[in-house]
Every structure is written in structure tokens, then in C-alpha cells.
């Protein structure tokens, strides 16, 4: 019950239905402020409790004063928890584990149990092994529950043994469009009480709903687990920015174009930590698709949320996707009575503010490396040109500038481009030549595009102009159609498109992330062997939301975002070489060229498709009963009982140590003396590069493991799939093939020296981790500028911790990493104001003592420590910024600190 010390309790009535409420105008300051804090206002409101949520609360968030820095910390109460079944299968790990902990600390293990709706979607398992061919989908949904019976089984058991946990299974659609399709309320009913919908998800793109005007965003797997044991979440009142929208897109621009150039802006505005939210005209003017899309984008530009508030199209979006009478007339009667409607003349008091007339937006591109790297398409091929460069070494251009084909194994350049033209010999004995830059990897994928209809649709139109003028993808061209929801593949097939995606090689291959993670499946082995005996810089173009080196394919260094109609498009065009704006795609069966404009279809003809081929019923009857699952789900068996019945034998769930020998007391907190440094990393260091992910190869630690555990090499999985195995997980852990560690130079992938050793030798990350604890010496890792950006990935924390990091010293970091450094009892440090490693000549071969942490335990959190280098000096600044976050730490973590709180109860 809230102590309602505003008198802010009230009723709505909507048709027949009563409401409690607590409104927002009994509140001094509230009308001005933004909407994404109207919503956490209402939350302090409702959870008043005199203790954690006080009235001084309320009142600074009342009186927010846009341009002051953080400062002022309060509990946000998130409605409900979202999970994908990468992360989600640790969570799940986790609460099974801390029941037994309770049991054995004399508590009750009951208490070990959801108490806010959480729900887990099984999206991220499916790998595009099969493609190409009419059966692609069914067999690569054969070879997942083949891969992952015991996980699916696992989460069947989390099922019925929690309470308020549900499981939508596989083959179902990518779980933040599902979210935005079917989960997401908008508006919450729960005992009465109607109230914002709001979450947090362990999956960075949580803020795709954010296009719903849902406030929520990701977090790890851990801070999850406490927000679903009642746990608020601690956090600073943020910096909001306003981005104000006006005009309208051109024809011949897409959600994606509209994305990447929001995306470059706030990367280079700077906006960590902030809440970013769209306001003025050209709101109105934007699909709640492409909203959707531009929420999805959050963590590529690196804000905490990018909400729309509620209007007239969220109310659209909600009847066309089935929601009841009741809740869409709920959902609009409660944001026009708690001033939650967009006014699109209004100007909000935000902190800062960007603006974008939406008619200057072009075509674009983003690569090859980082989403934020926008590329006007028309000027794509020449900017591949200067970047494969980057990627070929010691290329040199032969005296007429013409293609060379030298003797030796020197690249050659041809026209300023590094060639080395390799013949590949097909398996039905055809040949066909690759080179630098060759589109190995076509995908339409990831939540990012494959929620926004619009987009879809375009893809599939031009592949039907492309199959009437006689054209298809190149044969080197891996292409795979992944959709977000099974209302993706029922609108084309109703519109009559699936024929003709098929017939350009874009078959169905899943409902999932598939490349966007990882899951691209093996290039064709003539391929393959193609690209690593030449040494090839080949590409992937994909409609998803990252492009990280070492993320899509092994195979592939370079990487880029574009919208579907492109990467069909970039299919046929076969090579990033090609403008694809000037130049012909190929030629009709006259023999005439065919050019992009030939097959892009136009903005009325992608409306009509939309208009005449979704409806609601699509959405009814793929989401009738969408917890219940096909015929293989079902067939599972469950393990019974309310702990799980660990099997030692596990290859994918094993129990994990992080309660082993824990005391209902904390022990004071201590300073780090004589650590080592187990990496020195660079700047832009992401979770991926961090966090396990892909596949795992038989000569790692972790494929070591596998093997000496009876696990034969077609049967590894990926690191994803195991993440409820802590072995297998540690032993990724640093381990993505692209990682630079400074300490260990030439070596790419997961190596370091170790200096228990004589001569220090190169040592694989894990072997070296194993000495230092065997020899009781702590570790740190040394970063540059934004390190852990990326996906909200909890195992790059667990990791971390789980390796004898005791300290990370960052330059900077992004949000949801450093938060759960410290969920993991890490102590996240940051470098002097404009000081690094390099400007501080640090080799990473120094012994390193770290004072003044033990300040922690007098109650406060002080904001710096000695850091002793060697002979060297300085002061690092704590980067514990709440009370909430140095309980925490204090507690050895976050799962720690949840334990010993509800046991006390």
C-alpha cells in the first residue's frame, strides 16, 4: 500500500470497469515535466513507502531541474521482466540455485519466487544452419530442440515450479517484437490498480517497446532477477533529451535509413546514461513501426531508454493487434487523464535538445564494424574501398592500375580497391569467382527491421521485380529470411510475396535473432575454404542492430546494417564493390542492365501491400495461445518438484558456486594488494568481445571441455546455448577471436601472459586465471573509452568475476556493464579526467595495490582510491554511483544482497 502522502490515490472509471490510480497533478512541477518521467513519478507514487520511496522523493522528481547533473537517486519498481532464453536460462539457473541456498540458510525456499510477471521468450536458439531450400525452416527446428533439449527442458521445469514465470517456446518470433505484438499492456491492470507498463528486460533491446510508449530498458541477467524478487531497481534521476521530429520521410527512405542517421546523431551527441524522448510534429508523422524500430536502436547510441509517448497511433497499433476493447479504451482514457497523450505542439523541459527534419534523410548503410559508422549508400562502394584497406594489409597497386594477378601471395589493388580474385568450384562442379568485399552473408533478421511492415514488405517487392526482370543472389551469397513473428510470413503469404523471396533464395529459416547474434550457421564449405586460404576480407550485409567484429560469421571481417530491401538488393549485387546506386545489379533475360530503381518498389505500392494484407486476425490467431507451444514442446518431459534435480552428467546446466560458503553476514570490505592484470584492452571494447558468444572451437578451453566431457565437435552448440553451464561460460570468457589484448601482442582471441610462469608466457586468458587463483593473486583488467558496450550480456560480469577480476580501471563505461560489474562484486574504477593506460605509460606488467576501498564499509561510497602501479600513482574514480549499488558490492553482489534481504523478511 502506498503511504500516498500526496492524496494522489483516485479512481478511473473506463466503460464499466473501476480503477485505482494515483494521479500525477497532485504533484507540484509535474505537468512540465517529460513523459518518460511522468511515468516514474507515477511509480513513486504508487510504491510510497516511507522507507526506500519517501515524499522527499517525489518532490525532487516533482522539482527535477533539467540542467543539474545526476544526483538524486530513487527505487524504480518496474511492472514486469522480459527475458530472451540466452539470458534467461542463467536467470532461471539462478533462482533455482539461491532456493537452495535459502534451504540451507534456514530459510524457506518458497520465498525464492517471481513476485512481478516474468515472462521469457525462446528466441535466441535458433541457428540458420539450413538455407535456400523450402525445408530450411523445419530441419533448422529440428536441429535446435536436438541442441537444446536439456535447456528447453530446464525452462518447461521453471515453468510450473515458479510462480508468475511464463515461457513462450521456440519457433514462436524474436521476443521484443513479440513484446510489442502481444506482451507489452501499455497501460498495467493488476489488483485494481491500473498503472504504466513498465520493465526491464535482459536483453539491450528491451527498448524496442519503447515505441509504445512503455518506459523500460535493459539490464543484466542479475538485476533482472532482483527486479523479479521485488528488488527495485536504483537509479539517478536522468538527463533527458528531447529530440524533436518534424517534416516527413521522402519516398524512397526507409526505417532504417530514418534509424542509422538518429543513431550517428545521439552517438556523437552523447547520451549514456540518458533518456532520450521524441516530441513535436513530426511524431505524428512517424509509424508506430518505425518508432519501434527507432527504440529498438537505444543501445546503438547508447541511451538508458528512446520512448514515444502515447497517441492516437499507439491506440491504432494496439486494436490492430488484438488487444481487447476493454484495455485499448483503458490505455487511452488513463494517458489523457494523467497528461501522458502527445500534444505535438508541446516543448517539454528537457535538459538538451537535437532535432531532425525527417525529409533530409537518405539511403543509408552502417559499417563495417560499429552501427553508429553511417554510410550514405551512394557513396558505399568508394567508402569499401578505403575501409577493406584496414582489413588487407600491404596492399599495392600495379603500375597500370589494372587488375593484378601476381605469382606471389602480395595483394594487389586494382583501381585503388585490394583484389585477390579466388576461384571457388561449387558442389554441382560450376565455378564462379570471389574477391575482397564479396556478400557472403545476405540477411533479413534481428527485431530491429523484421517488426516493421513497411520495410518487410519493400524486401519482398523487390524481390518479386527482381525475379520478373530474370535476376537472383549471387551463388556465393548465404541468404536467410528470419521474421520476428509468424504474422511476417502470414502477410506474405497472403500479398502472394513468399513465391518470389523464395526464388531469390530468401527462405524461411526461423523465427529468431539467428545472424544478428551470431547464428549465421556456416558459410557453404567451398566458401569457407575460399575465403580463409585466400585471406579474404568478405562481407555480410544484414538488417539488424549490431555489426561488431568477430559477432556475425567467423568467416566474415567486415559487416553492415541495412534495411531488407537492401540486403536483398546487396544479394544480388553480390560484392560491396558494386555502387549499388549507379551500377547494374545484373541483367534482364534481354540482356538489358537492371539497376536498383528498376526493382525498388514505391511508397504506394508498399502501403497497398500493407494495407490490404495485415489485419487483426493474423495477430489472434498467432497469439491465441502462444505460452502452449507445438507438439515438440509439449512432448518435453519435466522434472517435478519445486529445487531442481541437478544432473552432474550436464553438459548445458550445472549448478554455479556464487552461493558456496556465504553466512547470512557480510564481510568488510576489502583493498586489492598485489593483483595482476589478466587483459589491457582498447577502446570500444564491447560485451561481445567480452561475453561468450558464437561458437566454440575444439582447440579452446571451452572446447577442451566439452570434449573431455564426452561432447563430440558437431554437438558443441554455441556459447550461447551453454550459458547455463558456468564452465563452459568461464572458459569463454575474453575469448572472441577479434579481442586485442596489448599485453599479449600479435595474439588475437582470448590470450594474455601469465606471470606466475617464468618468462611470462602467452597463455590462453582461462589457463592464466586458474594459476593466479591457485596462487591467490587478484586480477584487473585495464580499458579504454566505452568499455562493455553492446548487449545487456550478464555472462560478461559473471565472467569476469568468475576469472578472479576483483577491479576493472575504464577510461568509460556503458551503463548496463558497469552495473553489473558491481551486481558481480567488481569494483568498476575509472582513469583521471582525460588520463588512460598509454598517457599514464602503464605496460600492464606492473603489480597493482588498490587503497581506500575499504572507505566502503564506514557506510558512504568515496569517490576516488589509490591506485599503486609499479612506482606510478594515481587517484581512479569510484564509479559505485547510488547507495543502492555500494549495498551491493558490500554484500559481494547483487544475488547476495536479494538472499540475505529475503530471508530477514
Not at 593484378?404 to 558442389?427: K, M, W
Not at 556493464?817 to 605509460?841: D, K, W
Request: net charge negative.
Amino acid at each position: 500500500m502506498s503511504a500516498n502522502s500526496f492524496d494522489a490515490r483516485s479512481t478511473l472509471q473506463v466503460g464499466d470497469e473501476s480503477y485505482e490510480i494515483f494521479r500525477l497533478d497532485k504533484v507540484e512541477g509535474s505537468a512540465r515535466l517529460p513523459y518518460s518521467l511522468k511515468v516514474l513519478l507515477e511509480n513513486l507514487l504508487r510504491t510510497e513507502d516511507g522507507a526506500n520511496i519517501t515524499a522527499d522523493h517525489i518532490r525532487a522528481l516533482g522539482g527535477w531541474d533539467s540542467q543539474a547533473q545526476p544526483s538524486q537517486e530513487i527505487q524504480f519498481t518496474p511492472a514486469r521482466v522480459i527475458m530472451q532464453d540466452f539470458t534467461g536460462v542463467p536467470c532461471v539457473v539462478d533462482l533455482a540455485t539461491m532456493r537452495e541456498a535459502v534451504k540451507e540458510l534456514g530459510g524457506d525456499p518458497a520465498k525464492i519466487n517471481p513476485l512481478a510477471p516474468a515472462e521469457l521468450v525462446i528466441d535466441h536458439s535458433v541457428i540458420a544452419d539450413r538455407f535456400g531450400t523450402p525445408d530450411a525452416f523445419t530441419q533448422n527446428v529440428e536441429l535446435e530442440y536436438g541442441r537444446n533439449k536439456e535447456r528447453y527442458q530446464f525452462l518447461r521445469w521453471g515453468q510450473t515450479a515458479f510462480d508468475e514465470f511464463k515461457v513462450v517456446p521456440p519457433g514462436t518470433g524474436i521476443v521484443h517484437q513479440v513484446n510489442i505484438e502481444h506482451l507489452a499492456r501499455t497501460v498495467m491492470v493488476r489488483g485494481g490498480q491500473a498503472y504504466p507498463d513498465t520493465l526491464v528486460g535482459t536483453d539491450s533491446h528491451t527498448t524496442m517497446v519503447n515505441g509504445l510508449g512503455v518506459l523500460g530498458w535493459g539490464v543484466g541477467g542479475i538485476e533482472a532477477e532482483a527486479a523479479m524478487l521485488g528488488q527495485p531497481v536504483s537509479m539517478l534521476i536522468p538527463r533527458v533529451v528531447g529530440f524533436k521530429l518534424t517534416g516527413e520521410l521522402k519516398p524512397g527512405t526507409t526505417a532504417t535509413d530514418l534509424v542509422l542517421t538518429i543513431t550517428e546523431m545521439l552517438r556523437k551527441h552523447g547520451v549514456v546514461g540518458k533518456f532520450v524522448e521524441f516530441y513535436g510534429e513530426g511524431v505524428a508523422a512517424t509509424s508506430l513501426a518505425n518508432r519501434a524500430t527507432i527504440g529498438n536502436m537505444s543501445p546503438e547510441f547508447g541511451s538508458t531508454a528512446a520512448i514515444f509517448p502515447i497517441d492516437d497511433e499507439t491506440i491504432n497499433y494496439l486494436k490492430l493487434t488484438g488487444r481487447s476493447e476493454q484495455q485499448v479504451a483503458l490505455v487511452e482514457a488513463y494517458a489523457k487523464e494523467q497528461g501522458l497523450w502527445l500534444d505535438p505542439a508541446a516543448e517539454p523541459d528537457f535538459s538538451e535538445k537535437l532535432e531532425l527534419d525527417l525529409a533530409t534523410v537518405v539511403p543509408s548503410i552502417a559499417g563495417p564494424k560499429r552501427p553508429q559508422d553511417r554510410i550514405v549508400l551512394a557513396e558505399a562502394a568508394q567508402q569499401f574501398a578505403q575501409d577493406v584497406r584496414n582489413y588487407v594489409p600491404d596492399a599495392e597497386e600495379d603500375e597500370a592500375g589494372k587488375e593484378s594477378f601476381p605469382a606471389s601471395d602480395a595483394p594487389a589493388v586494382s583501381n585503388g580497391v585490394p583484389t585477390r580474385p579466388t576461384l571457388v568450384t561449387a558442389p554441382d562442379g560450376s565455378t564462379y569467382e570471389i574477391d575482397h568485399g564479396a556478400v557472403t552473408v545476405a540477411a533479413i533478421t534481428s527485431c530491429t527491421n523484421t517488426s516493421n511492415p513497411y520495410v518487410m514488405v519493400a524486401a519482398a517487392l523487390v524481390a518479386k521485380k527482381a525475379v520478373e526482370k530474370g535476376l537472383t543472389r549471387k551463388p556465393w551469397v548465404k541468404t536467410t529470411l528470419a521474421p520476428g513473428s509468424k504474422v511476417v510470413t502470414d502477410y506474405f503469404d497472403k500479398a502472394g510475396l513468399t513465391p518470389y523471396l523464395d526464388k531469390v533464395g530468401f527462405n524461411l529459416v526461423g523465427y529468431g535473432c539467428t545472424t544478428c547474434i551470431g547464428n549465421s550457421g556456416p558459410l557453404p564449405d567451398e566458401v569457407s575454404k575460399a575465403v580463409n586460404e585466400a585471406d579474404l576480407a568478405v562481407t555480410s550485409v544484414l538488417s539488424g542492430n549490431r555489426n561488431f567484429e568477430g559477432r556475425i560469421n567467423p568467416d566474415v571481417k567486415m559487416n553492415y546494417l541495412a534495411s531488407p530491401p537492401l540486403v536483398v538488393a546487396y544479394a544480388i549485387a553480390g560484392s560491396m564493390k558494386v555502387n549499388i546506386t549507379t551500377d547494374a545489379l545484373g541483367t534482364d533475360q534481354e540482356g538489358k542492365p537492371v539497376f536498383l530503381e528498376d526493382i525498388w518498389p514505391t511508397e504506394a505500392e508498399v502501403n497497398d501491400v500493407v494495407a490490404n494484407a495485415i489485419g487483426e486476425d493474423m495477430f489472434n490467431k498467432s497469439y491465441q495461445d502462444v505460452f502452449a507451444g507445438d507438439a515438440q514442446w509439449q512432448a518435453l518431459p519435466i522434472p517435478t518438484g519445486n529445487t531442481f534435480e541437478w544432473d552432474a552428467e550436464s553438459t548445458y546446466v550445472r549448478k554455479p558456486p556464487y552461493f558456496e560458503g556465504m553466512t547470512m553476514e557480510t564481510s568488510p570490505v576489502e583493498d586489492i594488494a598485489g593483483a595482476r592484470v589478466l587483459a589491457k584492452l582498447g577502446d570500444s571494447v564491447t560485451t561481445d568481445h567480452i561475453s561468450p558468444a558464437g561458437a566454440i572451437k575444439a582447440d579452446t578451453p571451452a572446447g577442451k571441455y566439452l570434449t573431455e566431457h564426452g561432447v563430440e565437435r558437431r554437438d558443441f552448440n554455441s556459447y550461447g546455448s551453454r550459458r547455463g553451464n558456468h564452465e563452459v561460460m568461464i572458459r569463454g570468457t575474453f575469448a572472441n577471436i577479434r579481442l586485442r589484448n596489448q599485453i599479449a601482442p600479435g595474439t588475437e582471441g582470448g590470450f594474455t601472459r601469465d606471470f606466475t610462469q617464468d618468462g611470462a608466457p602467452v597463455s590462453f586468458i582461462y589457463d592464466a586465471s586458474q594459476n593466479y587463483q591457485a596462487a591467490g593473486v587478484p586480477l584487473v583488467i585495464l580499458a579504454g573509452k566505452e568499455y562493455g558496450s553492446g548487449s545487456s550480456r550478464d555472462w560478461a560480469a559473471k565472467g569476469t568475476a568468475l576469472l578472479g577480476v576483483k577491479a576493472v580501471v575504464a577510461e568509460s563505461y556503458e551503463r548496463i556493464h558497469r552495473s553489473n560489474l558491481i551486481g558481480m562484486g567488481v569494483l568498476p574504477l575509472q582513469f583521471p579526467e582525460g588520463a588512460s593506460a598509454q598517457s599514464l605509460g602503464l605496460t600492464g606488467e606492473e603489480t597493482y595495490h588498490i587503497t581506500g576501498v575499504t572507505a566502503l564499509n564506514e557506510g558512504g561510497i568515496p569517490d576516488t582510491v589509490k591506485v599503486k602501479a609499479g612506482e606510478l600513482e594515481f587517484d581512479a574514480k569510484v564509479r559505485i554511483d547510488t547507495p543502492g549499488e555500494a549495498d551491493y558490492y558490500r554484500n559481494g553482489g547483487i544475488m547476495q544482497y536479494v538472499l540475505r534481504s529475503l530471508i530477514r523478511k
